[in-house]
């Protein structure tokens, strides 16, 4: 492409920071995702236009161009890191952060946070941040406190299947419940991934993703589609009998609820039970920290706060009224 932008053109400018703007919102460095024509044509604007197909070529790596309309497949996308540090640094801008609406801010200094709840979820827009940045906009309406339920998924789902009756050992799952960072990085370094990305190749398989090169599959997108990769995921031990206790829990799960005979617990369903089991905690605290008048911003299994909070407390709160035993990690911002 010979076009080049006039970046001391207000237009341009303007356009480039919403491109750089989404980039920083949905795509962070070595991330693939989806990117729907419709966001596009938001943030880039019409892409059949010579600017937004600079930007597109520019600052983004088609890395898997198969689509359908009547699925909604899109294509996966990954920013071209260097591409976009160039661009930032031609608009005369060291660190880029989005623009924080004023009704974000508002709602952070009262307090009153307003949530779009979906699938037992709550949803608001400062959760798509980058955390660097999120982090600073709490910091500075005074959420000091960061808190995370310790290994959430596993711990809650392996939990609900005992309360049922599940008794099958689960020495891998036990192991990394107990010690996640450990497991982590034994498996980063066998498999030369980050630790990052093993934690969400193993949230996956937990919640019923398959290890394969479907193009459609979040973990081969998680290895950028590498087929190597694949295959040495497949053939870790470890991993092989993680998959096997999770097969083993979820079959008893199955047998405990109220489903046709034949009919698969797929990989929705088990997100769906997760979620379920995710809010009645998340209920539970959230009725704790109104309780303590503590203001606090939600974020699915975790919460920045303005005040401290008694863990122990908050924790025995929560087993005593949901049965759930979890753990808490916590962050003070400085």
Known sequence: MTYTPNFNDPRIRSRCLQALEFIDLYLKPGEVRPVAQTQFTRYWGNTARPLAQYLKTHLLECVDSHWNM?????????????????????????????????????????GQIEYKEQGHRLYHELQNYPKRVKRTILARAGYDYEYDIRCCAQTLILQHARQMGFAHPTPHLDQYIEDRTEVRQQLSEQLELDTQTIKKILHALLTGAQISTRYNGNIYAYVNFNRFMINQLKQNTWIQQYQQELRLMWKFIRSKRSMNKGQRLNAKMKSEIYRELEAQVRKMIQRYLKKTKNQHFFEHDGWSARKAVDIRELVHNVKRTTGFVIGIDWTIYE
């Not at 071209?80 to 200094?109: F, H, M, W, Y």
């Open 70 to 110: 009547a699925t909604g497949q899109c294509k996966r996308y990954r920013q071209r890191v260097e591409s976009v540090k160039d661009l930032k640094q031609q608009l005369g801008l060291i660190n880029l952060e989005p623009a924080v609406k004023q009704a974000t801010l508002d709602q952070l200094a009262t």
